[in-house]
């Protein structure tokens, strides 16, 4: 890292900010300040929080916070009733916000529909009615099986409207995945889509589903929207055709108002063992953090035009839509892959729609500044602001980016949390300076830390653990059926103190960087790294297009590191290759981490948010049992990896 300061804001940006507004109505003297006073005073900086956002409670709560349970299980808003379909949709009804669009979709041949948001509010109002019409209630479990496109946020709010829980599956799940999932929630009802396109090709979704539920026996109702994508036959006892169900239904209906902390998400992410785990997430939860963070840190604000090119299986998917509608703006769906039909698509959709808040992830961007699209052929200049999260960025493709796209005007800000976690834990704001891959520091009222193997706080330059010491109200209401697993993974390491696992550190000036995942991390010759920081060296070859740094058994030091590589286009998978990746990690790290082997393959396993699964690489090398594979977006990279590794090439 270079650590050099490559932006900050101006006095405009700095005076018109929202998070300024906020903390001028607080009268706090800047962001360290907030931070500080949140971490103080939870209850306040919360309740004052929630009153600035102006969360509507049809019955208002008693206490904002009630830890007597314990941090891990701290109750939120208790006593009060509210619902994310009246903060995000129903408080705009007879605003000037109700004729704005709220949803734009564009096919992959370019198609493109748009909603406003009254009629996203009248077609969520519609299914909403059909779904209490099939008697699915307040707490029943309700499965989301559709790409991204308008009616997935209809669905969405319409779920949530009537006080059910939705069941986000990604797009690309095979049946197994699936009936895992629908068993795990006990889902009584389903949404799908006949199918969508993927590269070209029609990919079917409601065979799939159809697939699953011959093992699902509680899902009762299937709701089906027909795009005339793919073949569909319907179950006469079972499913239902969308436009059917919601024609006679009326534009508006009642909003039910539910506890607080009423499920509203139910998000499964990949275990590395066993099933998979299920974060719940409240009514409060999300539309609280989604403000904070997206409103608030990144200043996303009425008129924005999002795109975060993602699955609605992705829990980025749904928190973009309570985003965009939260504040009056409006979000992008876009059908496929940023890269497809052609390596300039993601650029092209910016340029046409005018995109003044874009989301990446570090990977999708190491991919497209080798796409072999010139960035400087399209119009970028709308965009405001730029976020990413997944992945640690390597700093040439930070650098790229912020140079390329954001053309040194805009910022990249940094976001790191995760699903258990309802948002983020640490981010950049447009208050604060940048530097390539930093975070300007904690999220208030997320207590943020890094501690070291005893849980005391490290000092400047030392890696430790990322821990929160406070409950944010976001938080996973444990995992769904297994409470005791909740409390192993985040709450049992360290006293008191969540461990999100990841490996973090700070700044002679206090930005925080994230260094990869703590259960990824290779000691090698007594020092502990993360993968990040090798795999860093290795991409700053400008010869690798993707890279995981992994630790192997070794008779001699016990462990020794080993790169698995995708060669840039055009580069040789040789022995020139070989030896420019191991000099690289040798001079950056010393002969100790020089990898002791190589491979190159043409494509790593990635989850469907685009993040390396390095234990199943590690697992596939190894001849060792991958774990839960559910969540792999790209299950065809295994065999190329699988055969790179009995052939044992070796650097």
Not at 39 to 65: A, C, G, K, N, T
Not at 392 to 412: G, N
Not at 543 to 559: L, N, T
Request: aromatic share 8%; with cysteine.
């Amino acid at each position: 890292m270079t650590g050099e300061i490559v932006w900050r804001p101006n006095a405009a940006m700095v005076a018109d900010s929202t998070l300024t507004a906020f903390m001028n109505k607080l009268g706090v003297a800047d962001y360290d300040a907030l931070v500080a006073r949140a971490d103080d005073d939870p209850d306040w900086f919360w309740d004052s929080l929630i009153e600035h956002l102006e969360i509507p409670f049809e019955r208002p709560y008693d206490r904002v916070r009630d830890v007597s349970d314990g941090a891990p299980w701290a109750t939120w808003c208790v006593g009060g009733t509210t619902n994310i379909a009246a903060a995000c949709l129903d408080k705009h009804r007879g605003t000037a916000v109700e004729d704005r669009v709220a949803i734009v979709w564009e096919a992959e041949d370019g198609a493109r529909r748009q909603w406003t948001y009254g009629e996203l509010d009248r077609e969520s109002c519609r299914l909403a009615g059909a779904l209490r019409d099939l008697g699915i209630k307040p707490g029943d479990a309700v499965g989301l099986y559709m790409p991204m496109q308008p009616e997935v946020a209809a669905a969405f709010f319409a779920v949530a409207r009537i006080g059910a829980v939705a069941v986000p599956l990604f797009s690309g799940f095979a049946a197994d995945a699936i009936v895992t999932r629908l068993t795990d929630a006990g889902a009584v009802a389903a949404i799908t889509v006949d199918g969508t396109r993927r590269r070209g090709n029609a990919v079917a979704m409601k065979s799939v589903l159809d697939e699953a539920l011959a093992r699902v026996p509680t899902v009762r109702r299937v709701i089906v929207l027909d795009t005339g994508t793919a073949p569909i036959a319907l179950d006469e006892n079972r499913d239902l055709d969308w436009r059917a169900v919601t024609t006679e239904q009326p534009d508006r209906v009642d909003t039910t108002f539910v506890p607080a902390e009423q499920p509203l998400l139910l998000v499964y992410t990949s275990g590395t063992t066993g099933k998979p785990k299920g974060s719940v997430l409240t009514h409060v939860g999300v539309v609280v953090r989604m403000a904070l963070d997206f409103h608030l840190c990144f200043d996303l604000r009425e008129g924005d035009r999002m795109l975060w090119m993602t699955d609605f299986g992705w829990v980025v998917g749904p928190m973009t839509v309570v985003g965009a509608c939260f504040v009056g703006g409006s979000v992008l769906l876009a059908e496929g892959v940023p890269d497809y039909p052609d390596a300039g698509r993601m650029w092209r959709l910016i340029q046409d729609h005018r995109i003044s808040f874009l989301g990446v992830s570090p990977t999708s961007v190491r991919t497209l500044m080798r796409g072999g699209a010139d960035v400087a052929d399209y119009d970028l200049s709308s965009i405001r602001v730029t976020t990413s999260t997944g992945e640690p960025w390597t700093e040439e493709a930070w650098l790229w980016f912020f140079e390329h796209v954001c053309k040194r005007q805009a910022p990249l800000l940094n976001w790191s949390g995760g699903t258990e976690v309802g948002g983020g834990i640490i981010a950049g704001t447009v208050l604060h300076p940048l530097k390539p891959c930093a975070f300007a520091g904690a999220i208030p009222g997320t207590g943020a830390d890094i501690v070291d193997e005893t849980g005391e706080p490290v000092g400047p330059g030392q890696v430790g653990e990322l821990v929160m010491r406070q409950p944010s109200i976001g938080l996973t209401k444990g995992l769904w059926n297994d409470p005791e697993r909740y409390i192993e993974t985040y709450w049992s390491t360290f006293e008191g103190l969540w461990r999100h696992g990841d490996w973090a550190s700070r700044d002679e000036d206090g930005m925080w960087y994230v260094h990869g995942r703590s259960d990824d991390t290779l000691k090698i010759a007594g020092k502990r790294t993360g993968p990040a920081e090798i795999e860093g060296l290795v991409m700053a070859t400008g010869k690798v297009s993707e890279a995981a740094a992994i630790g192997v058994p070794d008779p001699i030091s016990g462990q020794a590191v080993m790169c698995v590589c995708v060669p840039a286009p055009g580069v040789a998978a040789d022995d020139g290759l070989a030896r420019a990746v191991s000099d690289a990690v040798g001079r950056g790290l010393g002969k100790p981490f020089r990898p002791k082997r190589l491979l190159f393959v043409d494509d790593l396993p990635k989850t469907r948010s685009l993040k390396i699964m390095r234990r199943v690489v590690r697992a596939i090398v190894l001849n060792e049992p991958p774990g839960d594979l559910s969540a792999m977006v790209n299950p065809d990279a295994l065999d190329g990896l699988a055969a790179a590794a009995r052939a044992g090439e070796m650097g």
